[in-house]
Each structure stands twice: as structure tokens, then as C-alpha cells.
């Protein structure tokens, strides 16, 4: 007899939705989850791995009293996001466990970024200037060959698959021979190495020349640079002489462009008091010069941005006004159908919406000090960072590892210098990250809570990176939950 | 719709009891020594001069060929009209004395698919194949035997049940079998997963280190009880999910299948969007049109929507598996119904042998894009069909 003959006979062999549901009977209990006030009505839940739900805030209570009812349409979105578990199921676990691993994962593969100072000295005289050039004829602040051999040795200790070495300044390309000779005894080493290697020089471009483009062209190495928005803005935060820091930029990027390629050549702006009221003509100019997204970037507290004032001219509310009407400027460029990406908001939907980590060094965590990220100095010595090195120019050296003529790879790794910042950066155990509800979507960054707290940690009620990432992740979260348009626009902008 | 199977078979001449597994000949010239391996199938010529030592022969339809019938060898039959479609290089199973024939293999056809067993231990509502508890172990023997019989040049070979992993080592020694024999072939399992979820069976699959194999897996929810309703077995989604992970622990390639239904429909985009989080790691994803065969008639009530409701959660849910760059396609589905913005994503899925249109598609322009549809959609099917006409 078939069994759809037996059905007839026997009536359904088909059982109902409940006969399935043990929760009906059993209840439910909480998986590990964190949550934080979204808006005055509604709050947001998020787990270890970086599943958000918004919910309206009476059922935060509900939630936690088990007394959402099984099957109902919250408890099954509780549950697809592994918020809660019931009998019903224990591959929660399993998926839980795996997804941190994925998410961790990134983490094994060690140093991938190397900076390489390759001269203090600088051509412009920027006020804001955050890493302490020195004027342009100062040889003493050029590191020499030697100690660039040494730090490609270090280079190369690391673990990582990819290798990026970023030649950053003052400006690099003052002592452009000495980045030629590192690129050449890098590419030498990686014949053995066989890494995935990648060069980027952090440059003001007003000293580019055909004969660096072609070695940048046969070397395959990318231009990272400096625009601050419109003319009268970009020239007034960063003087030169004959004050043409706009003019040579430009000319660089199209240089570059031409020869390079759109894809070798990006921009990053800073913000200043100048440019709190014009978010719109900083996109504007962006949009000007052709490139598809920018990335709206305050001050940091280090070098002659403090010693200047210009740091402290704005605070971190002010900032974020200028960044959210930059966002919503953008967001509303997209709406008309032009596609165009604030990389901030971009780092962050991708920690919200990618099962795997991001490489953004200050939103991790454990921080990305000496263990994503680190930097060589002009006069050999180690950073944590590039911040750390800023700070050290003020005279604190906090965050030196070491010297590279001194100290071997083990030693600097090991320092006392990187694993305490390292060990207070986790925000898991972090006093007021640990139970923050935005907690799977930041990091800690030891160095900002040094310079501006004394103190590694720092008080989180005091610091302006809590107050920045918490404002911009509130907003990004509210628009995706009350505007359906900016929500597959910001999607889009994730690409996990 | 092609009919695999038949019993309308009349023996001509006398013949042998035995059931054989045999491959389709229409070359009379075949040397001698291989004749036995073959049925002779006359469709032109003079029946009277049939060449010796062939294990049958088929005449199809009418008897106009046959003349003589006293001259005839042993095993000669008549075939029914809707067996026309046997050609060269087929596989058939033929048992004389019930009559029944089956064929196992069209060596033409890119949608070659082996039961292997019709066992399962899940009870799907929407089962196409109901389940029957008997022993048919048999089955695993007759195609060990067709295998080696197969066009090596075949493309891709399904297999399907039933539940194929029921079959436990003996799904593996075909599995190396169709390896071995047809080493070029794509193969790919329709499975529920669920014995996947034992380490040492899943181990032993990924050592047969076969060229191409997918293993399709369904997940109807993301909720376990839903998907532990659909398929009517409880703590079924926990083994298929750990079958999953397991199977992708060993590399081996998965597909996951995803039919739509009532049951189904509404939490589509929380689908995609737990196997974005959770299984990004799987090479395919299915989105399928409901069959109206077996179990599916039995629950059309539960079961069936038109698919021009659930076009919002469907368009929802491929957004979010291909913003996740998963790999994704709709199945068994009719241009007309689909909204455009899913057109890219769909494929002709359906099987060449039970795959129709509609009259009202007669005048549509569109049919070579469109996946049409089962032959039992006759049943059922969205009162939207509206054909493409030319555009003047």
C-alpha cells in the first residue's frame, strides 16, 4: 500500500505546526546577548557574533522574563538570530561557535600592515599637522638604508598571508630614494617569501614627478593622499609655499589617474573648525574630482594639532553635526541615483553585516596595535601604531616597542610596551564596553584614551570615540529600520 | 510527459525469464561478441532479417515491421507508441515475464537522474516521491550493472530517492562506481542531509575524492520546528544543518534547496538571511517552484499560493543571499509570474521529460527562457499566466 493510500485510510499521517514545537511546552531560555537605548521608544539587541534585532522597548522586559510567546513572529526572529534557544533545537551552539571563530579569525593571521616612516620632513606647514614634521632640510629626520634593511627583516617575520608596507611621512616622497630601495629589496625578499605584497605611499603629491609615477607604475604601487575639500578650504589647512597645495594636489590625482589608474589613487579629508559649516562642499569637491566616496575624518589629539589649538577649536558634538549632515548629504546624492560611499559608515555596516572581521585597525578588538598594524620609525625605532608615534613626537613614548638595531623581533613583539594597551583593548573585558550594546561593532583605542585620559582605558563616559561611534551607529541603525530607501543603500554600501 | 516506465509489452517470440540490465542498439552490425549486452531496436527496415545474438529486440507501435513472425530469434516485443523516445546508448531495465521496462539512462537527455532508493526518513508535505517502506536494495545492484553501460561523455548524473544516504555504504560504492566508470560526469545527490550529520559517513564520501559531486540539501525555515513540520521528523533540522557543516568541513560541495510554499513563503528573507550568517560557506542556493505530484495533492490546502503572491518575500530574499555574493537561483518558475528584477536569477529546471506549457502559452515569445512547467502542474497553476507577445 503507498503511503498516500494509508493516508486515506488512516486519516492524515500528516502531523500539525505544534506537534513540532516544544517550546509550546518547555519554554525558552537566553542565549548570551547585550542591548542599548536605540531611541526614546525602541532598543537594540546585539549578540557576540553581530546580529542586531530592534525591538520596542516594553519587550526588552517580556524577553527576559520568557514570556514572549513561542511561535509568535518576535520569538521566531529571537531565535533565527540565536538571541534564544529552546528544546526544539541545539545547533544554535554549533552555528554560534562557528561564527565567532569566523569572525576571530582574522586575527591568527598576525601583522599585515607596515608603515614605514621614511622621512619627518614635510614641504607643507600644515597647523593641524598630527605627526610633528620637521622642515624640509633636515637630514638627520630621513631613515637611512640600514635601518630600512632591518625593519624588511621584521617585515618579514610576520605571519600574515598579505603584507602591506605604507610609506608615510612628513612627506615620503622627500626621500623618494629610499623608498625605491626598500620596494626593490621587498620584492627581492618575497621571491622566497612568496606573500601577497602591496605598497602605498601616503602622500601630499605637490612633489610628484614622471619618474616617480613610472616607478609607481612598475611597481604596481597605489597613491594615498591628502584633499580637504574646496580650494580657499584645502589651502588655509594646508599652507605651502606660493600657496598651491590645491593646485599640485589636483594635479597629482590627474596625473596619477592617468598614468596609475582611478583605482591606484585615493583621498582622505580632515576635518577642521573651517570645515564644521561646509560638509556639502567637501562632498561637492569629491564628487568634482570624480571619486565615489570620501572619508569624513576628525582631528585626532596628537602633534601640532594640539600644540596649535586647532584640536580642541571643535568638540566631538560639533564633529558629529558635520558628519551627519555629510552622511545625510550622501545618503540623499544616492536616493538620486549616484553612487557615492562614506567609508566610515562603510567600515561600520561592514562590522555590522559581514560574518567576517574588517582590517580596520581601530575598531578591533583586541586593538590592532603591533598585531594588524605597525610602524617603523625615521630613527629606528617601533610603534604600536601610527598614533603612537605621533604621541612619541610630543614627547611621550608610551608606546615605543623598541628599537630595531637593539631589539629582536621576539622582544618587541613580547614588550610589555604592546601586550598591556593589546590586554586593555579588549572591550569584552573592558569597564563600560563590556556591556555596551554596541559592543560586537567597536574596539578600544588605548592610544586616544592615553593622550586625551592619561589613561589606557579611560573613562568611557569622558571619551569622545565612545560619543562618535556610539552617535554614528545609533543613526545608522535608526536608518535602516525608518527608511527602507536608505536601508539598501547603506546594504549596499556594506558588501560584506 | 515522457513515461520512464511501461508495461505495455508484447512478446512476439518466445523468450527469457530473467530481469536484464541492457543498453539500446539501433546498429544491427554491432560485432557479435557485444550483441549480448544489447537490445536491438528496430525503428526502419525489414523486420525479417533480425541479426542473432542481441539479449532482445523492440519493435515500437505498430507491428507494420513485422512480417514474418515464425523467423523470428527469441525476445522479440512490441513497445508501446510512448516509447519512441528510446534511442541509441540508453540504459534500460527489462523484466520479461511481468512485462515491465524501465529506463534507467537516456544518453540525449542532460536530466538523467538514478532512484536509488524509495526509503526515507523524512515524510515531507510536500514529498514529489512518497516514501515506501520496502526493501529495495535491489535497486543499488541494477545500477552498479547500468553504470558501466552510460555514455562516458555524459554530463552530469543526478542521483535521487527516496533518501539516497539511507543506502549507507552502498551509496558510497556507487558513488565510486560512477567515479570510476564515468569519470567526466558531474553527480549531484538530492538529499536531506541528515545522515551527513555523522562524521565518519561524511569522512568516507569525501575520500572517494570524486571529480564533481554536489550534495543538494533542502532547509525550508530557519525556524527548527518549521522545517521540522515541513519535513515531518523532529530534530531533523539540527541533523541536516550539522550534515551541512559537516560536508563543507571535508570541502565537498552543497547545495542548499529551498522549496516555496504556504509553509514556506513568509519567513523567506529570515531565511536568506540565517544562511548568509550562518552557512555563507555553501556553493548554491535554490529557490523552487512546488511540484504537484505525490504528497504535494495530498496538502494542496497547506501548500499551495500563487507565486505572484510570494514575489515580494522571494525578490527579498535573493537581494539578501547575493548581497552576501552567494551563489543563487530560482527554480521551476514562469517568466510571467517572476518579477523582473528576478529574471537574471532564473533557470529552465525543470526535467526535459516532464517539463510543459501552458495553451495560454502558444503565442509566447518567451518560452526559451522560461522555465515552463511540471507536467502535473495541470493540477494547479497561478490563474497569471499571461504569454510575451511580439512587441509591434
Redesign the interface.
Known sequence: M???EL?TKTGS?????N?????LKTGYRLLPFKFIRLDDKRMVLTNE?G?FLVIEQDYLRAIVNKSIEA?SQLY??L???HFLIDD????AL??LA??SRTKMQQISNFTGLHIFVVSLRCDHSCPYCQVSRQSEDKLAFDMSNDTAIKCLEFTFRSPSPSIKIEFQGGEPLLNFDLIKFIVIEAEKKNEVHNKDLEFVIATNLALLTDEILSFCLEHRIYLSTSLDGPEDLHVANRPRPGADSYQRVIQGINRARAILGPDKVSALMTTTAASLTRAKNIVDEYLLQGFNSIFLRPLSPYGFAVKTKWYQSYDIQNWLKFYFEGLDYIINLNKQGYFFVEQYAAIILNKMFS?QGTGYVDLQSPAGLGISAILFNYNAEVYASDEARMLAEMGDKTFCLGNINQHTYEQIMLSEALLNPIEQSIVESVPGCNDCGFQPYCGSDPIYHHATQKDSIGHKALSGFCKKNMAIMRRLICLMEDDPQAKQIL??W?K? | MMKLSTRQITPVSEFDKQISIARITENAELPAPVRSKHILLVKTGNGNHLAEGFKAYFFIGSNELIVNKSKYPKNVFVLSDDQAYLGEGDVVRFAPDKPALTTLYRKQSQHNSLLVTERCNNFCLMCSQPPKEIDDSYIVNDLMEAIPLMDRGTAEIGITGGEPTLLGDNLILLLRNLKNYLPSTVVHVLSNGRRFSNMSFTEKIAKLEHQDLMIGIPIYSDISNIHDYVVQADGAFDETIQGIINLKRFQQKVEIRVVLHKQTYDRLPQLAEFLARNLLFVDHVALMGLEMMGFTRHNLDDLWIDPVEYQPQLLKAVEILSRYRMNVSVYNHQLCLLDKRLWLYNRKSISDWKNEYMTECTPCTKKTECGGFFSSAHLKYSSHIVPFLEEN
Open positions: 503507498s503511503a498516500i493516508a499521517p500528516f502531523n500539525d505546526l506537534a513540532y514545537n516544544q517550546s557574533v546580529e511561535g521566531n526572529n531565535k533565527s538570530k526544539d533545537s541545539s545547533i554549533e552555528l562557528m561564527k560574518p546594504l549596499n556594506a560584506p
